[in-house]
């Protein structure tokens, strides 16, 4: 058994939070990873300029579930800044191998991911596809 | 003469390897076969006794470069059983298909139409729609059955007179389905178009006789027919290549330069601009002239009789993406595992030593018409045994067991 499956990251998937879709999101972005096909959708719903409820369908891998998941546990009261520095101490996370001050609770049940460089992307692109769902969102504000 | 599967495995020194604990079993031979000792070898003693440029040089390292190369070629063309002068050196299946479509598709006009099919790996797709935005072809698609074999029941009516080119795979680096090809010459014959196939499958599989497949051009990889990266080969019949225009310019491919105009290089000098990938040439030759030297009857009984074995022995939640049974169809076995992502399922067989691949396979078409992410893909070659095969089952086994929801 290779040590890339943890069992928290195993549980993270499973657990699914917050997988499925929500009615009339105030924003939605489907992103796919090209290297391997990965597909993520996200839709939020907006209180001011905070994240209110947010949910995720993920057509891809347990480590892509996994990282979803994450998000629906730690999203919600979020602002575009806190989501770009999120994503940012993610990826730093997965190339330093430094705890990061910016990681949500729970994200450093990744750790085991470090070591499989290929894999970065299958966590990152929720991430991703948040931060830009929030950059969105935020320049549509007046 | 016979198979002796020791023997073979014995001239594959990275067979030996293991993966932490496991020992290796190489299943990923689609994406990137092994290369045996003496192919390594043969690029060993060019670099190291007579490296040097090609058609160019007379001192003596160049005239044994130019006559090694030269030999490569002929080596390709007995595979192929088609004159060397029709084979052209490329960086693999995407340059050999890429030349094509930059070369013939300056041949085409505007509402001209090239056949593809749903089947393709992306190096026979992208560069058609490449073409078809520079040129204005259109672009016609030939669709799959459910089983990833080729739909050839309205090939009559995408196959029309303005229908210059039917661009396949010769056999699909997903599903393993083998093309049958009376039906596409048929089509084509009936209106005068060329037919493309993708050889990249099919080329580590034994010798092809292109003659009788009745064919215009056809592309393969030295990569996975046990030679080095980096080289490949297209072959096109020498009244074609002498109607195309050179792909790219520079060196190698001319007769006369001034700084008014050039004179080209006849075919197939005319397509290898530069200095071309030397080493990796004598390898391929090396690799394809060990080939023709085997019992390919025996091989492809014990490659088949692997592949029932996959087909036979893989766990209940998985379904097989291909045909179900063992005609037309190639060592690759594509599948499917119910509530696990292919990559999951790949890098917890790497754990016990089973290289696989999993995702889309450069098959996005084919994907989204299968409705799905991606498979895992085992792909089996000459090298392969029984132990390999059980590796896999046993590995798939334990992997359901640890990810699989019910």
Known sequence: MTDLYQDAIVAQAKAATRAGRLDHPDGSLTRDNPLCGDRVTLDIRLDGDRIGDIAHRVRGCLLCEASASAIGANAIGKTAADVAAAEKGVRDFLESGRPDPRLWPGLDAFAPVRDYASRHTCVLLPFETLRELMARASEKKP | ?406
């Open chain 2, 1 to 406: 003469m016979s198979f002796d599967l020791a023997a073979i495995r014995a001239q594959f020194p990275i067979l030996t390897r293991r993966i932490g604990n496991a020992p290796l079993h190489y299943l990923d031979n689609a994406a990137t076969a092994q290369v045996p000792q003496f192919v390594l070898d043969a690029v060993s003693r060019f670099e190291t006794t007579s490296r040097a440029n090609v058609l160019r040089g007379v001192h003596r390292l160049a005239e044994e470069a130019t006559a090694a190369y030269a030999a490569a070629r002929q080596a390709v063309g007995r595979y192929l059983n088609v004159p060397a002068g029709e084979v052209v050196f490329t960086g693999g299946t995407t340059g050999a298909i890429n030349l094509v479509a930059r070369s013939y598709g300056e041949l085409l006009s505007p509402g001209d139409e090239i056949v593809v099919s749903e089947l393709e790996h992306h190096s026979n797709i992208v560069p058609w729609q490449m073409l078809r935005d520079r040129r204005g072809i259109v672009l016609k698609v030939l669709p799959v059955y459910d089983d990833g074999t080729l739909n050839l029941e309205d090939l009559g009516r995408l196959v029309t007179r303005r229908c210059r080119l039917i661009a396949v795979t010769h056999a699909s680096n997903v599903t393993g389905a083998v093309t049958e090809l009376a039906p596409i010459r048929a089509a084509a014959s009936a209106v005068g178009a060329k037919i493309l196939l993708d050889g990249a499958q099919r080329a580590p599989h034994g010798p092809i006789d292109l003659p009788s497949l009745g064919v215009d051009f056809y592309a393969f990889s030295g990569h996975k027919t046990f030679a080095p990266h980096g080289i490949g080969a297209l072959w096109a019949r020498r009244d074609l290549l002498e109607a195309m225009p050179p792909f790219m310019g520079g060196g190698e491919m001319i007769r006369t330069v001034t700084m008014e105009r050039t004179d080209y290089a006849p075919p197939p000098h005319k397509f290898e601009a530069g200095t071309p990938p030397i080493a990796q040439a004598i390898g391929l030759g090396a690799a394809v002239d060990w080939l023709m030297r085997l019992d390919w009857a025996a091989i492809s009984g014990h490659e088949l009789r692997l592949t029932q074995r996959v087909l036979d022995g893989l766990p209940r939640k998985v379904r097989v993406v291909g045909p179900a049974s063992l005609q037309r169809r190639l060592p690759v076995i594509s599948f499917d595992v119910a509530g696990i992502h292919p990559h999951d399922i790949c890098q917890l067989l790497d754990g016990d030593g089973v290289a696989l691949r999993g995702g889309h396979h450069c098959a996005q078409p084919l994907m989204d018409r299968l409705n799905l992410a991606g498979t895992a893909r085992a792909s089996l070659a000459l090298y392969n045994g029984d132990d390999d095969v059980d590796a896999l089952i046993a590995g798939l086994d334990r992997a359901i067991h640890r990810l699989g929801r019910s």
